[in-house]
């Protein structure tokens, strides 16, 4: 009982950090269940190239809407702060969550006029209101990492609608960005999995149905 009560506290002991972000990003966690789907809109996740706990490295802090619209962070800031360590890498898309004691320490905005965007990204509603398409995880990988449009979400699937409890954890890339863009690839259809062994496939008119009152650059 003792051993549990000092990992507890150690998963809540705040480590600090330093870095460059190399991206900002929405922290969106996706809901399934079947043929449904809904979001919670959580707030931000920056990705930094720099120090924390004691070792240089690249890794990602999640941060709260009210802190973004202070700072405005962007791919090209040196930020400092402290926060925890994650319980459950499932559920976040961020290594790191809780943070506090944010600082702007220099900035150098790496704003672009093309894809990837980087610039500051947009608040939340303006996410919502655009809706997304999936994305193909190579290529966000490979293009779309740094892009605020981009979203790498952590994706709770409930298995069985009369037992909620049974659940599966993934993550799902998927873009908001214009639907002209040059970079972008949608990679193949996902599917949800159901109680009983039935399966459902998120089609392509989902996606065409979540951006329709979008033009294609938009």
């Not at 702007?104 to 398409?133: I, K, Q």
């Not at 981009?150 to 069985?160: E, L, Y």
Request: charged share 30%; glycine share 8%.
């Amino acid at each position: 009982m003792m051993e549990e009560r000092d990992l507890s506290a150690n998963a809540r002991r705040k480590t600090p950090w330093r870095g460059t972000v190399t991206s900002a990003q929405p922290r969106i966690r996706l809901l399934r269940s079947f043929d449904e789907r809904s979001h919670n809109y959580l707030g931000y996740v920056l990705r930094l190239d720099g120090e924390v706990g004691g070792q240089h490295r690249e890794f990602s802090v999640a941060i709260g809407k009210a802190a973004q619209a202070k700072h405005m962070f962007q791919a090209g800031f040196e930020v400092s702060g402290q926060a925890v360590h994650v319980p459950d890498p499932r559920t976040e898309p961020a290594e790191m969550y809780k943070a506090s004691k944010l600082k702007v320490l220099g900035s150098a905005p790496d704003d672009t006029t093309s894809p990837p965007w980087r610039g500051p990204p947009p608040p939340l509603e303006v996410y919502r209101e655009r809706g997304h398409r999936r994305l193909a995880a190579k290529t966000y990988d490979t293009s779309c990492s740094s892009c605020i449009w981009g979203a790498k979400m952590p994706t709770q699937m409930i298995i069985d609608q009369w037992n909620p409890s049974k659940v599966k954890w993934r993550f799902e890339t998927h873009c908001y960005g214009p639907k002209s863009c040059k970079l972008y690839k949608s990679g193949p259809t996902r599917k949800v999995p159901g109680r009983r062994g039935m399966s459902w496939t998120e089609e392509d008119w989902v996606d065409e149905d979540s951006t329709a009152h979008r033009g294609p650059d938009e």
